[in-house]
Nanobody, 124 residues
Framework: QVQLVESGGGLVQAGGSLRLSCSASGGTFSTYTMAWFRQAPGKEREFVAVVNWRAGSTYYADSVKGRFTTSRDNVKNTMYLQMNSLKPEDTAVYYC?????????????????WGQGTQVTVSA
């Protein structure tokens, strides 16, 4: 059973930066594809970014491309999301997710392990 714990959320002004972390335990982290999703109030959970198990490939939603960067450290069992040039529309609860797979899925239904989420609020 994989446990995921996000951290690093908070309140930031538009144009600012935050770095989220997702710490994993209970599984073989290096064999999991890891992803970030977010969910704003009244909206469906949406894909943000994904990194494959070797950290050699990443893929981003168009809405964050060029502003967000995801990475992972398979020694520390941790995934990161560096968020720059934040916008008010980035405000959401951010979740990390994991799946034992080499495929970089972008649908939330493809992931079986989830963290509890961390709130990111961007003020105008």
């Amino acid at each position: 059973q994989v446990q995921l714990v996000e951290s690093g959320g908070g309140l930031v002004q538009a144009g600012g930066s935050l770095r989220l972390s997702c710490s994993a335990s209970g599984g073989t982290f290096s064999t999991y594809t890891m992803a970030w999703f977010r969910q704003a109030p009244g909206k469906e959970r949406e894909f943000v970014a994904v990194v494959n198990w070797r950290a050699g490939s990443t893929y981003y939603a168009d809405s964050v491309k060029g502003r967000f960067t995801t990475s992972r450290d398979n020694v520390k069992n941790t995934m990161y999301l560096q968020m720059n040039s934040l916008k008010p529309e980035d405000t959401a609860v951010y979740y990390c997710a994991a799946r034992s797979s080499i495929t970089m899925f972008t649908s939330p239904t493809s992931y079986g392990y989830w963290g509890q989420g961390t709130q990111v609020t961007v003020s105008a």
